[in-house]
């Protein structure tokens, strides 16, 4: 057997592979042996560990980008995703971040998230309906179901939601740092085609009104602000591409873990009242987003004691940092019942998601809802995963269910 590694670039240069990204775990677990940041000779800064990454995301002096210097994403002029993702308040910073942020906030309060359960458990039930048997879970409920709930939400009329799985997807390709320039035609095309759709949505909104979240953002003012008109279409993409990815992967990821972990399914069909536990150890467990970049605007001492100039490029390994054996013990070990650090599968400080509520109520209904009307479910297959390294998450899962 091979001696473990402790040359960090060699355990870094496995998140780049897909051999890597199937064992995530495992690299993680190396990473955590060799410190809690590390320095890659040709991959910047690594933040790894529970403590730093908290710490980072809710440090004022860690931001997205600075003035002066290029867009989080590169590629901002060559590239329309690029430019596009750059212009959400996602990547941006205060005072910006906090005032469309604040113009949005109001359609994601837990009041008004709880307002949408009956509408989520409509759409859900209706595309359990057309389950039975053999199924591709991701093709026929994991992409299909956020898509519908979020569309909804917006007010993307169901006929025209179908390609909005597609081209979301092409598009989250543009996030992820690996990815280089070359391979982003695809998303480029996606968000010329979202953004002509949400000009056309918005041009008809305005001259008449609904009652969806496209109304209410051409409608919203707070002190005399509104949003401008490209920040109103950055926003409707960013709702969208993040109410579909995140919770598409927390129930295909999240799914994929009960079935490799039979006990546990067990332990949630037996109580089904634990399910909002059960939910955060997923998410903390196989994390839909691993990686975010960010950038020190000064120096900054991280709780470890490291000292970071200003300046410097940061990769935050959300997944690693959930996988922390100083925060969770046995990390690598799937346990519904946990009761230790929260997750940070959402992020943490001014970032933290907008719609992590909404995206736990609809991951709590599926998996309840699947557990509830089939009392068989099993692998019919091997998943297959995407490759990427900003999001984790599978392109199919074939089972087969039993009522």
């Known amino acids: 057997m091979a001696a473990p590694t402790t040359n960090v670039d060699e355990v870094l240069a496995e998140l780049l592979t897909p051999e890597g990204r199937r064992d995530l775990a495992g690299v993680f677990r190396r990473l955590h042996d060799l410190g809690e940041l590390h320095r890659s000779a040709f991959l910047g800064r690594f933040v790894t560990s529970y403590r730093n990454v908290d710490a980072v995301l809710r440090d004022p002096r860690v931001v997205r980008t600075r003035p002066g210097r290029p867009a989080p994403l590169p590629g901002h002029d060559e590239h329309s995703s690029r430019r596009l993702l750059n212009t959400t308040f996602m990547l941006q910073d205060p005072p910006d971040h906090t005032r469309i942020r604040r113009l949005v906030s109001k359609a994601f309060t837990p009041r008004s998230v709880a307002g949408l359960r009956s509408a989520i458990e409509e759409i859900l039930a209706a595309r359990l309906d057309r389950l039975s048997g053999d199924v591709d879970l991701m093709n026929e409920l994991a992409f299909p179901f956020p898509v519908a709930v979020i569309g909804r939400l917006i007010g993307v009329p169901e006929a025209d939601q179908p390609p909005f799985q597609r081209l979301v997807r092409d598009l989250t390709d543009a996030l992820d740092l690996a990815v280089a320039d070359s391979d982003l035609s695809r998303s480029d095309a996606a968000a010329d085609t979202i953004l002509e759709y949400f000009r056309g949505l918005v041009a008809e909104r305005r001259r008449q009104p609904a009652d969806d979240l496209v ?189």
């Open 215 to 403: 109304s209410a953002l051409i409608a919203v003012r707070e002190e005399g602000d509104r949003l401008t008109e490209d920040e109103l279409l950055a926003t409707l993409t960013l709702l969208f591409l993040a109410g579909f990815e995140t919770t598409t992967n927390l129930i295909g990821n999240g799914m994929y873990a009960l079935l490799s972990h039979p006990d546990e399914l067990a332990a949630l069909r037996a109580d089904p009242a634990t399910m909002p536990a059960a939910v955060e150890e997923l998410l903390r467990f196989d994390t839909p987003v691993q990686v975010i970049p960010r950038v020190t605007a000064e120096e900054v001492t991280l709780p470890d004691g490291t000292v970071i100039p200003g300046d410097r490029h940061l990769l935050v390994l959300l997944g690693a940092a959930n996988h922390d054996p100083r925060a969770f013990s046995d990390p690598g070990v799937l346990r519904l019942n946990r009761a230790e650090a929260a997750t940070l599968s959402f992020g943490s400080g001014i970032h933290y998601c907008l719609g992590a509520g909404l995206a736990r109520l609809e991951a709590q209904l599926v998996f309840g809802a699947m557990l509830d009307r089939f009392p068989s479910i099993e692998l019919a297959g091997t998943p297959q995963w995407r490759d990427g390294l900003t999001v984790r998450g599978l392109d199919r899962l074939p089972l087969t269910l039993k009522q």
